[in-house]
């Protein structure tokens, strides 16, 4: 079309910057050395790795051999929570998290009930929160691991993470927390949060994709995940793979040096989308807490209508978004975290979700403002729920 | 992932809209399930002369819609009966596999809006009295949604 595409989806993935991928280059072609080998090559590899490690754990204040890294923020999930699922087995079977975690985590939890685990999945507010109190009301004898979600990737919701992890350090029970959508959008210190293992992931603030970490904090009992070469200290074994550990490096110090200024721009267009949209377009509903959300999140549900074909139409004018809608899903059931805050099937259908980043402009929350009205009125008289809506009968 | 021809019948999508003295109205599926399909058919001696739609869903439920409006006219009760949502489809030039509950639809509003026309007037015959046309919205996606592919972030 010609036209520079409106990519609202950074929730879905980013860009990698360009930095980054200079960070990377040398790794593949000149400095591609094994780490774990002893000539100069290879120990360039070993440095590099090791600097990456000193920016990940300086970006959550965490010590560097508490960092380690990991093929993706899903790997970096499974391993938490497997991890000390297993490794915790003569103190209790008992697992605490939400029922509207990412599926990394659900599907982990899940898996773990089938081999004998009791999960507890607390049910978040229509909001999108759970409640400190929640957890602690939660916990029994033999719970090992609390695992909850930093910040949630479709509706954005930030949960009260310092005060959840306080109430698990002071019963001693371990607190995982997926932070792959908060890493380089919220602040994050795992010593202040108390935060015992943390999983975080490149592609979600411009680094690499495939390239994740794991923290555990020092003294945290964790059984070793994949089984192998003695890389990672033992804990993680298969080559490292240097060029992307090192995009995470750097992307995650570029990520967290300007967050406060990145936070401010990134407010600033969620605020007018919303506020605008609200405005706007009749019978729409704001998904997720209007304050405690992620800085570029805004996720909207459209009565009437349905996510994949606003999608299509959005795509058309080079707007780039995402839906919970069961016909994006590929499932018959649309979002879990929709149907999590209580929102009917029909309601969760017409979802949108928009996430900015670094690229966007106030530019392009014209050009969508310009672009939604129209196409949700076209999609709106083209369904027969809406029919029955104009002719004065809402109850539909 | 679809068609150009699924595309075109989305983003201009024929026969859109309402037949105020329609001689058949058949609505399937259900908001639950993310597709609704309403049909209105005009139908003259047993030919059906004019079609048109309404619909909740996603590209393919609109497409098939479309399409399945443009395959009625001109055919008689009878033959229109006999359209099946895999010769919808495939007048798409097909459509993806998680996509194919999405078409089952078109078949159904056909035939929702044919029983409306006969039971309006006293065409039907005792079986079709009985209601076995009004499949639910599970039973006409189950059959189909044999992928579960998930994309999600
Ligand atoms: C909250 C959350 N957890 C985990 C993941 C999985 O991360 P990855 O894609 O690196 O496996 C994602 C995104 O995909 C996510 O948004
Ligand atoms: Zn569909």
């Given at each position: 079309m010609g036209e520079k595409l409106i990519y609202l989806d950074h929730s879905a993935t980013t860009y990698t910057k360009p930095e980054v991928v200079e960070a990377m280059?040398?790794?593949?072609?000149?400095?591609?050395?094994?780490?774990?080998?002893?000539y100069s090559i290879g120990r360039e590899s070993k440095k590099a790795i090791e600097e990456a490690r000193e920016k990940v754990a300086a970006s959550i204040g965490a010590q560097a051999k508490e960092i380690f890294f990991t093929g993706s923020g899903t790997e970096a999930d499974n391993w938490a929570i497997k991890g000390v699922a297993y490794a915790n087995k003569a103190k209790g079977n008992h697992i605490i998290t939400t029922n509207f975690e990412h599926h990394a985590v659900l599907h982990t939890c899940q898996y773990l009930e089938n081999d004998g685990f009791e999960v507890t999945y607390l049910p978040v507010d229509e909001n999108g929160l759970i409640t400190p109190q929640q957890v602690a009301e939660a916990i029994k004898p033999n719970t090992i691991l609390i695992t909850i979600m930093f910040a949630n990737n479709e509706i954005g919701t930030i949960q009260p993470i310092a005060e959840i992890g306080k109430i698990a350090r002071e019963k001693g029970i371990y607190f995982h927390t997926d932070a792959v959508q908060a890493i380089g959008n919220v602040q994050v210190n795992v010593k202040d949060m108390n935060i015992d293992l943390l999983s975080l992931s490149g592609h979600k603030f411009y680094g690499p994709k495939g390239a994740g970490a794991l923290y555990v904090r020092k003294g945290v009992k964790l059984i070793s995940y994949m089984h192998g070469g003695?890389?990672?200290?033992?804990?993680r074994a298969s080559t490292e793979n240097v060029p992307s550990i090192v995009g995470l490096g750097k992307a995650i110090e570029l990520a967290t040096a300007n967050i406060d200024e990145y936070n401010k721009k990134l407010i600033a267009l969620r605020d007018r989308t919303i506020d605008e949209v609200m405005k706007k377009i009749p019978f729409v509903k704001l998904n997720g807490h209007r304050e405690h959300r992620l800085p570029g999140n805004a996720n909207f549900s459209f009565q009437f209508i349905e996510g994949e074909s606003l999608l299509l139409l959005l795509d058309m004018k080079g707007i780039a978004a995402s839906s919970g809608s069961a016909c994006t899903s590929g499932s018959l059931d649309p979002s879990h975290v929709l149907l999590a805050i209580g929102l009917p099937h029909e309601i969760a259908h017409g979802s949108l979700r928009l996430t900015f980043g670094e690229e966007n402009t106030q530019e392009d929350v014209d050009k969508l403002l310009e672009a939604l009205p129209t196409i949700v009125e076209r999609l709106r008289e083209m369904s027969p729920l809406y029919e029955s809506v104009k002719r004065g009968n809402q109850n539909v | 992932m679809y068609s150009e021809k699924v595309m075109d019948h989305f983003m201009n999508p024929r026969n859109v809209g309402e037949i105020e003295d329609a001689d058949g109205v058949g609505q399937v599926g259900n908001a639950k399930c993310g597709d609704i399909m309403k049909m209105y058919l005009k139908i003259e001696n047993d030919i059906i002369v004019e079609a048109k739609f309404k619909t909740f869903g996603c590209g393919a439920a609109v497409a098939t819609s479309s399409m399945s409006t443009e395959l009625v006219v001109g055919k008689t009760v009878d033959e229109a009966l006999k359209i099946t949502n895999k010769a919808v489809a495939e007048a798409l030039d097909g459509l993806p596999p998680a996509k194919m509950h999405c078409s089952n639809l078109a078949e159904e509003a056909i035939r929702a809006a044919i029983e409306d026309y006969k039971r309006k007037n006293g065409l039907l015959s005792e079986c079709e009295m009985a209601g076995s046309?009004?499949?639910?919205c599970d039973d006409i996606h189950h059959d189909h949604n044999d992928n579960d592919e998930e994309d999600e972030d």
């Amino acid at each position: 079309m010609g036209e520079k595409l409106i990519y609202l989806d950074h929730s879905a993935t980013t860009y990698t910057k360009p930095e980054v991928v200079e960070a990377m280059l040398p790794y593949f072609t000149q400095n591609y050395g094994n780490a774990s080998s002893i000539y100069s090559i290879g120990r360039e590899s070993k440095k590099a790795i090791e600097e990456a490690r000193e920016k990940v754990a300086a970006s959550i204040g965490a010590q560097a051999k508490e960092i380690f890294f990991t093929g993706s923020g899903t790997e970096a999930d499974n391993w938490a929570i497997k991890g000390v699922a297993y490794a915790n087995k003569a103190k209790g079977n008992h697992i605490i998290t939400t029922n509207f975690e990412h599926h990394a985590v659900l599907h982990t939890c899940q898996y773990l009930e089938n081999d004998g685990f009791e999960v507890t999945y607390l049910p978040v507010d229509e909001n999108g929160l759970i409640t400190p109190q929640q957890v602690a009301e939660a916990i029994k004898p033999n719970t090992i691991l609390i695992t909850i979600m930093f910040a949630n990737n479709e509706i954005g919701t930030i949960q009260p993470i310092a005060e959840i992890g306080k109430i698990a350090r002071e019963k001693g029970i371990y607190f995982h927390t997926d932070a792959v959508q908060a890493i380089g959008n919220v602040q994050v210190n795992v010593k202040d949060m108390n935060i015992d293992l943390l999983s975080l992931s490149g592609h979600k603030f411009y680094g690499p994709k495939g390239a994740g970490a794991l923290y555990v904090r020092k003294g945290v009992k964790l059984i070793s995940y994949m089984h192998g070469g003695a890389q990672e200290r033992g804990r993680r074994a298969s080559t490292e793979n240097v060029p992307s550990i090192v995009g995470l490096g750097k992307a995650i110090e570029l990520a967290t040096a300007n967050i406060d200024e990145y936070n401010k721009k990134l407010i600033a267009l969620r605020d007018r989308t919303i506020d605008e949209v609200m405005k706007k377009i009749p019978f729409v509903k704001l998904n997720g807490h209007r304050e405690h959300r992620l800085p570029g999140n805004a996720n909207f549900s459209f009565q009437f209508i349905e996510g994949e074909s606003l999608l299509l139409l959005l795509d058309m004018k080079g707007i780039a978004a995402s839906s919970g809608s069961a016909c994006t899903s590929g499932s018959l059931d649309p979002s879990h975290v929709l149907l999590a805050i209580g929102l009917p099937h029909e309601i969760a259908h017409g979802s949108l979700r928009l996430t900015f980043g670094e690229e966007n402009t106030q530019e392009d929350v014209d050009k969508l403002l310009e672009a939604l009205p129209t196409i949700v009125e076209r999609l709106r008289e083209m369904s027969p729920l809406y029919e029955s809506v104009k002719r004065g009968n809402q109850n539909v | 992932m679809y068609s150009e021809k699924v595309m075109d019948h989305f983003m201009n999508p024929r026969n859109v809209g309402e037949i105020e003295d329609a001689d058949g109205v058949g609505q399937v599926g259900n908001a639950k399930c993310g597709d609704i399909m309403k049909m209105y058919l005009k139908i003259e001696n047993d030919i059906i002369v004019e079609a048109k739609f309404k619909t909740f869903g996603c590209g393919a439920a609109v497409a098939t819609s479309s399409m399945s409006t443009e395959l009625v006219v001109g055919k008689t009760v009878d033959e229109a009966l006999k359209i099946t949502n895999k010769a919808v489809a495939e007048a798409l030039d097909g459509l993806p596999p998680a996509k194919m509950h999405c078409s089952n639809l078109a078949e159904e509003a056909i035939r929702a809006a044919i029983e409306d026309y006969k039971r309006k007037n006293g065409l039907l015959s005792e079986c079709e009295m009985a209601g076995s046309c009004g499949r639910r919205c599970d039973d006409i996606h189950h059959d189909h949604n044999d992928n579960d592919e998930e994309d999600e972030d």
